[in-house]
T-cell receptor
Framework: GQQLNQSPQSMFIQEGEDVSMNCTSS?????WLWYKQEPGEGPVLLIA?????ELTSNGRLTAQFGITRKDSFLNISASIPSDVGIYFC??????????????FGKGTHLIIQP | EAQVTQNPRYLITVTGKKLTVTCSQN?????MSWYRQDPGLGLRQIYY???????DKGDVPEGYKVSRKEKRNFPLILESPSPNQTSLYFC????????????FGEGSRLTVL
């Protein structure tokens, strides 16, 4: 499958700080998605992006679909303890065709220091 | 409540002893998929199914089998487990094969000794 480069691998931040993470690919994707996995649970969808240049917010989370269609970023503003977890990006190939064309990044571990 | 249910959640077994991890969803989703999660490797797809009786290999299908006899169920079968199949397994479903908006189960942690 395709390769997604997700960075950073891990982040150690103080509560209240803003967070930024991104994913890049050598291939074009038609959909970018961001998931969060909390300890002991499965990933949960945070934001889905379907159009190049699209900027979408979900509370304190903001994600953008890069204009080249080869990248996406996720920002979290004013982090709180419950933001701890692993954040995965995922890119989907094809014209809306197939979750089988979904590729996941390796995840960004977000750790919030008291 | 909409959910994807996996069983067992935890299992320790021995090499060669056949096992099945069940997955069931109550959302009438057409698409279902299995992933394994390993440290440093992220989520890797094992098998997926577009609909009943339609299954396809993902990126890491070796050593696994699946079946999709009913829409709601998608069991993962390890005919002869080996230690390199020790992993955290996730089942996921989505409303149609045109979306990557997956609903994941809570995971099944498998240890093969």
């Amino acid at each position: 499958g395709q390769q997604l480069n997700q960075s950073p691998q891990s982040m150690f931040i103080q509560e209240g700080e803003d967070v930024s993470m991104n994913c890049t690919s050598s291939s074009i994707f038609n959909t970018w998605l961001w998931y969060k996995q909390e300890p002991g649970e499965g990933p949960v969808l945070l934001i889905a992006l379907y159009k190049a240049g699209e900027l979408t917010s979900n509370g304190r989370l903001t994600a953008q679909f890069g204009i080249t269609r080869k990248d996406s970023f996720l920002n979290i503003s004013a982090s709180i303890p419950s933001d701890v977890g692993i954040y995965f990006c995922a890119g989907q190939e094809g014209a809306g065709g197939g979750a089988d064309g979904l590729t996941f990044g390796k995840g960004t571990h977000l750790i919030i220091q008291p | 409540e909409a959910q994807v249910t996996q069983n067992p959640r935890y299992l320790i077994t021995v090499t060669g002893k056949k096992l099945t991890v069940t997955c069931s969803q109550n959302m009438n989703h057409e698409y279902m998929s299995w992933y394994r999660q390993d440290p440093g490797l992220g989520l890797r797809q094992i098998y997926y199914s577009m609909n009943v009786e339609v299954t396809d290999k993902g990126d890491v299908p070796e050593g696994y089998k699946v079946s999709r006899k009913e829409k709601r169920n998608f069991p993962l079968i390890l005919e002869s487990p080996s230690p390199n199949q020790t992993s955290l397994y996730f089942c996921a479903s989505s409303a149609g094969h045109s979306t990557g908006e997956l609903f994941f189960g809570e995971g099944s942690r498998l240890t093969v000794l």
